[in-house]
């Protein structure tokens, strides 16, 4: 019984930086039909940032909100200079590749700049460790699934009572409709980048505490954001928040009773016939072929 | 030009023979076998991405499986390098067809993804299943090549390697200019045309994702003999990525870029060595240079450069061609071409497109369905050619049933059809696109394809002469040699005509083919459509210009909200009431008079 309880509370931490990796694919996704292969990256960025910053003695939330306004950025170039280029050809290949160049080069940046092991980023969140029907966790890994939930309620909101949201919305349905409509397509898509990456930024930030934070923590997290997403449905903010948590607790129990390695394998497996049942995803809306 | 081809590959030839000979050392030789595994994977790879369109993002967890069977092969069960290649082969085959099925349904993003996550797999399944592949220690002492016993000696092995990528290279290059070629190319820019075409793009995919394993499950057989030690961590994300830079560095799509692209890949690392930490950074950015710098690659580009400077080619002779009246004309007595649609319902949600919709297309008549916008016409098109599925109601050709058949399947028993929107191959040429429209005729086969015999030359000379005489037809010869998407509108229409003509069909769907066009360009429609039915094919024409359907229709039907309300000749129906208020709402007195009584 404890060992469920503790596998079910672990599993919503490390699923709730899934939910919100995925949160920001389907941003993305919705904005311009193409998404960053890099966003593990950016995730990467924020933690990696906070702990340099930390290290450089700045305060603790100061550095950690520089981390993630780096991260915000960092999306922002991204969008306008490796994925803009390319998303007028029908064929993904052009975005996809260049995101994935760049997210080569941030990787051997950080390697460079932060040496090649983990450290732990220090936080009051894991000072001590809470006792819930004899589980134990830190407050920090039941912080991460309640934000992500936020975040998740927030966007509708800001979708339902915002210009810009409403304008997200406009943008997502129909790119030229939008721009007849007077929306600067460009700017809401940069926009929606940056609110991704942001988003991104602060799971690293969110993760960096409970797990080490290296260089190459980046590309599994953010690929297991993406078959979350696919998962969930990317049109659904959320199915993918759903998925997430469900997603990080299914890994934590294949990773209790059977290995790391049979976590990945079933995990991606999972994602492949899900994909193959469900092409939309669990939760996404059917987009009608039209001829 | 014709004798490009030819001598690129007796240089090619001479390259693989020259360099064993001039190797100074062992390791240089290592390295230049290295390259020829690349390069087998390469060029493998070159039919996914580069013909078929899909991109693998997954080619070194194929790559494992090759390594780990062969691997595995030798060293339990004693096979041969032979034996342990056609394992291989089989066993990445097999995972190759598994990895085409999501294709059905997803592509782009989505498939790139499906193959990650299939690499990611491969490698904890090489890590987690440790009686059979080591696990992280991986499989150590494989034995040195053999064929039969007798060992190979490193030349040998050489020779083994460079003979294979040779043959593959030249056997893909015989596809490439065949009619799988041809095929996988359209239904990379067109899925819905290639379809209506008769074409099976399923089977297209399927074909370009095995080819692409069973190189690379070759090319993992020779890494595993060549390295004689493999473990999971040689099969990670990054080597998929430079598997994928390779073809597109080289130039994807053509025919030795690929093997360009593995040379420079394969010793580029070797040359950024010296950069120590800077090596992964840089290889990055090369990445991205190319991706900005250079998009078609090396002999892409080459090819674009070379085709801007020289003259342009000349414009076909139409005695080259075969005229349309040897080559789509019916036999009279198979004139009874007839479709009969069946009180047909297709319903969007809850909105009726179609409700108990029939229609009969008589052999050899000049058929016009008109109606308001939003009438349901289109609905009718798609759902006879069998892009939709029809909630009740059922349509036969000449007696033979077309509901529930997929649309390739339909298009193949001899009903063809254009699109309101043309959905040409945009890049691909005009003859190109008509021959593409021919492929439901040709009968030869994948290995009449590789090996170019007698009987492949002689359909695709016919097929090249058919489409010549079809451009003549609708008056396109000179544009034979244009990329179809530089086309003006009103050509481009025609080119579609003469696609959908390509395919000697019996009955032929024309959707609203005059939208768009000039006054002028209408006229020549007419005297076309006049002609191809004079062919025999009957035609089932769905338009709004009214001056067309008078001057061409034999028979007419009138749809409104889904409904047939008048179906007559086209002067009855000039005057049917029902028709006239659909268009041009209620005459005036029996407004008055509904009004009144209300």
Request: include cysteine.
């Amino acid at each position: 019984m404890t060992t469920t309880i503790q596998y079910i509370l672990s599993g919503l931490a490390i699923g709730g930086i899934y939910a919100l990796v995925a949160l920001g694919f389907h941003i993305m996704w919705s904005a311009a039909r193409a998404v960053n292969f890099a966003h593990g990256d950016t995730l990467m960025l924020g933690a990696v940032l906070a702990v340099v910053g930390v290290d450089a003695e700045i305060p603790l939330p100061i550095a950690c909100l520089l981390g993630i306004i780096a991260g915000a950025v960092f999306g922002v170039l991204l969008e306008r200079f490796a994925i803009r280029p390319f998303t007028a050809t029908s064929n993904s290949i052009g975005w996809m590749l260049t995101t994935i160049a760049v997210g080569v080069m941030i990787e051997s940046l950080a390697t460079l700049q932060f040496g090649g092991f983990s450290r732990p980023l220090a936080s009051p969140g894991v000072k001590s460790a809470v006792h819930i029907l004899g589980a134990g966790v830190y407050p920090q890994e039941l912080a991460i699934p309640v934000f992500a939930l936020l975040v998740m309620f927030g966007l509708k909101l800001m979708q339902r009572h915002t210009l810009v949201g409403r304008a997200m919305q406009a943008v997502a349905h129909d790119k030229r409709a939008a721009a007849l409509m007077g929306i600067n397509v460009n700017r809401i898509v940069a926009f929606s980048f940056a609110l991704a990456s942001l988003l991104g930024a602060a799971a690293g930030v969110l993760v960096a505490p409970v797990i080490q934070v290296s260089a190459s923590m980046g590309a599994l997290l953010g690929l297991k954001g993406f078959a979350v997403a696919i998962i969930g449905g990317i049109t659904s903010a959320p199915g993918v928040v759903i998925s997430g948590l469900c997603f990080g607790i299914m890994e934590k129990f294949v990773e209790g009773y059977i290995s790391t390695a049979a976590r990945e394998i079933i995990g991606f497996s999972v994602m492949i016939l899900v994909l193959l049942a469900f092409p939309h995803g669990l939760f996404g809306k059917r987009e009608v072929l039209k001829v | 030009m014709r004798y490009l081809a030819p001598v690129c590959f007796f240089i090619f030839a001479a390259i693989l023979v020259a360099v064993p000979l001039t190797a100074g050392n062992e390791y240089e030789l290592r390295l230049f076998m290295l390259f020829l595994i690349y390069g087998i994977i390469a060029v493998g790879l070159n039919v996914l991405v580069g013909l078929a369109g899909l991109v693998s993002l997954g080619q070194a967890g194929l790559f494992a499986l090759g390594s780990y069977s062969g691997a595995i092969l030798s060293t339990r069960l004693g096979f041969d390098i032979v034996g342990s290649c056609i394992g291989a082969a089989i066993i990445s085959g097999l995972f190759g067809v598994l990895l085409a099925y999501p294709t059905v349904r997803v592509r782009g993003v989505y498939l790139a993804v499906v193959t990650i996550a299939f690499g990611i797999i491969v490698e904890n399944v090489a890590i987690e299943w440790q009686s059979l592949t080591g696990g992280t220690t991986g499989l150590s002492s494989i034995p040195k090549p053999n064929i039969l016993g007798i060992r190979l000696s490193g030349f040998a092995f050489y020779g083994v390697l460079a003979v294979t990528l040779f043959v593959f290279t030249l056997l893909i290059h015989n596809l490439k200019i065949s009619r799988f070629g041809r095929t996988m190319l359209a239904v990379a820019q067109s899925e819905t045309a290639s379809r209506a075409l008769g074409i099976n793009s399923t089977g297209l995919r399927t074909l370009a994702f095995v080819i692409s394993a069973v190189t690379a499950g070759i090319a993992g057989t020779f890494y595993s003999f060549l390295n004689s030690y493999i473990s999971p961590d040689i099969f990670t994300f990054s080597d998929s990525v430079r598997f994928l830079l390779m073809v597109i560095l080289g130039g994807a799509g053509s025919t030795f870029g690929p093997v360009i692209g593995a040379y420079l890949l394969t010793y580029l690392p070797e040359y950024l060595q010296q950069f120590q930490l800077w090596q992964k950074f840089a290889y990055g950015a090369l990445l991205l240079v190319v991706m900005f710098a250079l998009p078609r690659g090396i002999v892409g580009t080459l090819q674009w450069a070379f085709n801007r400077l020289r003259p342009p080619a000349p414009a076909l002779a139409a005695t080259e061609g075969l005229p349309v009246e040897t080559t789509l004309r019916h036999e009279k007595k198979m004139l009874a071409a007839e479709l009969v649609a069946t009180a047909l319902t297709v319903r969007f949600g809850g909105l009726s497109a179609l409700s108990n919709a029939s229609l009969r297309v008589k052999g050899g008549e000049i058929h016009a369905l008109i109606g308001p916008n939003g009438a349901g016409k289109s609905t009718f098109v798609n759902t006879i050619s069998g892009f939709y599925r029809p909630d009740e109601g059922r349509c036969e050709l000449d007696g033979v049933e077309l509901t529930g058949r997929r649309s390739l399947d339909i298009a193949r028993l001899g009903l063809a059809r254009t699109f309101q929107n043309t959905e040409l191959f945009g890049e691909m040429s005009v003859l190109e696109n008509v021959m593409a429209g021919y492929d439901q005729r040709l009968t030869y086969g994948l290995t009449q394809a590789l090996l170019r015999t007698p009987k492949m030359r002689r359909e695709e000379r016919e097929c090249r002469q058919t489409a010549i005489g079809l451009l003549a037809f609708v008056g396109l010869s000179q544009y034979a040699n244009e990329e179809a998407r530089f086309l003006p509108f009103g050509l481009q229409r025609r080119l579609e005509i003469a696609r959908a003509l390509a395919g000697r069909p019996r009955l032929l769907l024309l959707d609203e083919p005059a939208a768009g066009l000039t006054t002028q360009e209408i006229d020549d429609l007419e005297a076309m459509v006049r002609r191809i039915a004079a062919l025999g094919v009957s035609i089932l024409l769905i338009e709004h210009h009214v001056d067309l359907i008078m001057a061409l229709a034999d028979h007419v039907t009138v749809l409104d909200y889904g409904q047939v309300i008048a179906s007559d000749n086209p002067t009855a129906i000039q005057d049917d009431p029902r028709v006239i208020e659909a268009y041009f709402g209620a005459p005036l007195d029996r407004a008055a008079a509904v009004g009144a009584g209300a």
